[in-house]
Nanobody, 123 residues
Framework: QVQLVESGGGLVQAGGSLRLSCAASGRTFSNYNMAWFRQAPGKEREFVSVITWGGGNTHYANSVKGRFTISRDNAKNTVYLQMNSLKSEDTAVYYC????????????????WGQGTQVTVSS
């Protein structure tokens, strides 16, 4: 049984930082791409970032490029999202997702999802 458990969300002032974590279990972590998506109130879920199964490639949405950094620790079965210079528009529920193959930025490429963690940025 695959489980993804996010943590690290919270309330932060604009310009601040947070680090999200997602701990995975249930299948060989290093074999899968790991991604972060987010969903703001009244909006569709959107791609934030992905790191490929080997860790060699990372991709970011234009809206977070230069501010967010994704990384993974295959020994700990954990993926991280370091978020710096946070803006009010980053406020959303952040989800981690696991999958293999398909378009990296498409939510349909991921077959397991975490429950989400709330990030609120106050201006």
């Amino acid at each position: 049984q695959v489980q993804l458990v996010e943590s690290g969300g919270g309330l932060v002032q604009a310009g601040g930082s947070l680090r999200l974590s997602c701990a995975a279990s249930g299948r060989t972590f290093s074999n899968y791409n790991m991604a972060w998506f987010r969903q703001a109130p009244g909006k569709e879920r959107e791609f934030v970032s992905v790191i490929t199964w080997g860790g060699g490639n990372t991709h970011y949405a234009n809206s977070v490029k230069g501010r967010f950094t994704i990384s993974r620790d295959n020994a700990k079965n954990t993926v991280y999202l370091q978020m710096n210079s946070l803006k009010s528009e980053d406020t959303a529920v952040y989800y981690c997702a696991q999958g293999r193959g398909g378009s990296l930025g498409n939510s349909l490429s991921y077959d397991y999802w975490g429950q989400g963690t709330q990030v609120t940025v106050s201006s």
